[in-house]
């Protein structure tokens, strides 16, 4: 059963362009969620997080949206850069904290273009 | 500050031996997370430390698995008679106090290969 989804498991941009990635969930007692980046040979690396009281949480080039009726969580990158290229996880720990196992979606393996 | 560091970050191992992997938390933090990675996968959460005990071993996939963390700081996660299905990325991740927000720092992984 995967509680965390993510579904495409690859996108290409070009650079200065919007990247967007998305995450669905089924489990409806999360109610905080992480992005990791990861690097080919290291470890994931924390980006940004939302708690289910926001809908929407900036930090510089990076913007999380929550959609708590859909399930559904996305990440925006603007402008994308090519340093950005990496492979991004959505996470989430156990309903009703912030801590804690974390379940993750598969990733989605990005790629930005110069 | 180091973060956290994995030996070894290879492993190669024929079936049915027995391995070790250790993990070095960052300095300080109380929480220990084992997870595994498999290809094409998100990693997959294998127990967790608070201290000293296991506060959630509910991931560990059969009683071939064990981890400890006897002094709170350095952990093993200890594999007997591996198979083939053992292989993966094992990544360990470290976090401060609980409710800080959720973030854990991950080390780079070691990555296992059962022959």
């Known amino acids: 059963d995967q509680q965390v989804k993510q579904n495409s498991p690859s996108l290409s941009v070009q650079e200065g362009r919007i990247s967007i990635l998305n995450c669905d969930y089924t489990?409806?007692?999360?109610?905080?969620f992480l992005w990791y980046k990861k690097y080919p040979a290291e470890g994931p690396t924390f980006l940004i997080s939302?708690?289910?009281?926001?809908d929407k949480n900036e930090d510089g080039r990076f913007t999380v949206f929550l959609n708590k009726s859909a399930k559904h969580l996305s990440l925006h990158i603007v402008p994308s850069q090519p340093g950005d290229s990496a492979v991004y996880f959505c996470a989430a720990p156990p309903g009703g904290t912030s801590y804690g196992k974390l379940t993750f979606g598969q990733g989605t393996i990005l790629t930005v273009h110069p | 500050g180091a973060g956290v560091s994995q030996t070894p970050s290879n492993k190669v191992t024929e079936k049915g031996k027995y391995v070790e992997l250790r993990c070095d938390p960052i300095?300080?933090?109380?929480?220990l997370y084992w997870y595994r990675q498999s290809l094409g996968q998100g990693p997959e959460f294998l127990i967790y430390?608070?201290?000293?005990?296991?506060?959630?071993d509910s991931g560990l996939p059969n009683d071939r698995f064990f981890a400890v963390r006897p002094e709170g700081s350095v952990s093993t996660l200890k594999i007997q008679r591996t198979e083939r299905g053992d292989s993966a990325v094992y990544l360990c991740?470290?976090?401060?106090?609980?409710?800080?927000?959720?973030?854990?720092?991950f080390g780079p992984g070691t990555r296992l290969t059962v022959l």
């Open positions: 300095s300080g933090h109380t929480a």
């Open positions: 939302i708690s289910s009281i926001k």
């Open positions: 430390f608070q201290g000293t005990g296991a506060a959630d």
């Open positions: 489990n409806s007692m999360f109610d905080y």
């Open positions: 991740a470290s976090s401060s106090i609980p409710g800080q927000g959720g973030e854990q720092f």
